[in-house]
Structure formats: structure tokens, C-alpha cells
């Protein structure tokens, strides 16, 4: 399978251009092949362009790898991302250049609820940052 795509934010007013509110643009590429490998696995790989508005240019990859044990759906998984302008975990300042390594658990409790355990370590220009997050979802 492979996903083609772009994102374009534009700030209307070039003086307005700022932390928290900057002109970007992001094309990508990402290829995945499931159960190629191994039965249940799959690897994902994303080559990206970033463009943002205060002349910084970025050429970039991601990847995931994973598996889906038996039928009840628990997923584990690894994985980088990259993001030209973050927020960081907490929102109290932007972050550039944020390269992201992660490794994921999703359980699924229920017909509609699933618990989703995510460690991340993120590191930008600046600071290296922690992350663990703890999500429990109800669809309905």
C-alpha cells in the first residue's frame, strides 16, 4: 500500500508569523506492507519534505514496525516521526526540528473501548523530552 499526500498551512498576514502560528508545508510518502514479512506484522516507511515559512527546509523519514497478536487485536509497535514545528508535550513553548523514537501498546478492552500505552523520547534543537502517555478510548 503507499499514500501520497500534502499539508499547507498559510498564515494570512506575513507580520503575524510567529511562534505557535508559522507557514508550513509538508508533502510525504509512505509505503506499508502488512503481513509480507510475517503473518500479522507490518513496516511502514514515510520520506517527507518540509517547507516552513522562515526559510527552514527539512527532507526527512519515519518508519514504523509492529505486529498484531491473534485475533483480539493487541497491537505493539516502534517507531520515529519527525515534525518541523511542535508544541511539545505540555504546549508551553514551540519546539523545532522535533525528532520523535516511540514504542506502543494498544489493548482493546472491549467491543468499544481500547487502552493505548505510548513512550516516546523527543528530542528538538534545544531539549530532550520523556513522554509517557496513557489513553483510554470509548467509541460510541
Do not use: C
Amino acid at each position: 500500500v503507499a499514500e501520497a499526500g500534502a499539508s499547507v498551512r498559510r498564515v494570512d498576514y506575513g507580520g503575524d508569523e510567529g511562534p505557535f502560528n508559522r507557514d508550513v508545508r509538508r508533502y510525504y510518502l509512505t509505503s506499508t506492507l502488512s503481513d509480507y514479512f510475517w503473518d500479522g506484522g507490518w513496516v511502514t516507511g514515510t520520506g517527507e519534505i518540509w517547507s516552513g515559512g522562515d526559510g527552514m527546509n527539512q527532507r526527512t523519514f519515519g518508519g514504523d514496525i509492529g505486529h498484531q497478536f491473534g485475533r483480539k487485536g493487541v497491537k505493539a509497535s516502534v517507531g520515529t516521526d519527525y515534525t518541523l514545528y511542535d508544541t511539545g508535550p505540555l504546549g508551553a513553548r514551540e519546539r523545532n526540528n522535533v525528532r520523535t523514537y516511540y514504542a506502543r501498546l494498544t489493548v482493546p478492552l472491549g467491543e468499544d473501548v481500547s487502552l493505548d500505552l505510548r513512550h516516546t523520547w523527543e528530542k528538538d534543537d534545544v531539549e530532550t523530552f520523556r513522554v509517557f502517555y496513557f489513553t483510554l478510548t470509548f467509541a460510541f
